[in-house]
């Protein structure tokens, strides 16, 4: 199975991540990232570390993963994965299972009715500082897509959702060759009725 994701993207607020570290690389995104306004402000240097941390994220499932550096956030990564499904209906109990909450996602055009869910950690080393990530699954019986926003610093969260939420809007999945699109992930499922962040009631 050979499968390709299609995303428009801005070119000045996004670096395509390959896995690459390498020093040439990562200082020629830095400075290239340097020329667009209103980038979060930080020296060239710390902006260069917070790309080759970001490499490193980059699976071999991944056929993509881009670092946002949006106006009004800090940067964080958004990966895309696929690989084949283990069946709709297998997929549909790993997530009863596995997700202590999740929602459907609003059915996409591309990528058909998925579902979603946070997941929060801590930064690594500390038990005091909050992180928040996100992912999102669309399936069939043959390919599971699994769209996973790195975690972020719990504040960051709501600032990165509606660019990551535009982007899962836009995504499109090629394999071998031909569009494809997940069948109705949530059928059977009945989803958290919890207040997640940034809503009220």
Known sequence: MRAVAEVGIDEERVVVLTGRSDTDWVAAAAARLGAAEDIAPMPVELRAEFI???????????????????????????????????????????????????????PSEHLGSGCQWIFDGEVPGSEQIATRGWQAVFADDAVMTVV????????????????VAALVDDLRILVDGEPWRGGDLNRGLVMA???????SR
């Open 148 to 163: 996973t926003l790195e975690p972020v610093l719990a504040d960051a969260f709501l600032l990165a959702t509606p660019h």
């Open 193 to 199: 009725d919890e207040e997640w962040p940034g809503e």
């Open 52 to 106: 080759a941390h970001a490499a490193t994220a980059v699976t071999p499932h991944d056929v993509l993963a881009l670092q946002l550096w949006p106006q009004d956030a800090f940067p964080f990564v958004v990966r895309v994965s696929v690989q084949e499904s283990p069946g709709l209906e297998e997929v549909r109990r790993r997530i009863r299972e596995g997700a202590a909450s999740w929602r459907a996602v609003s």
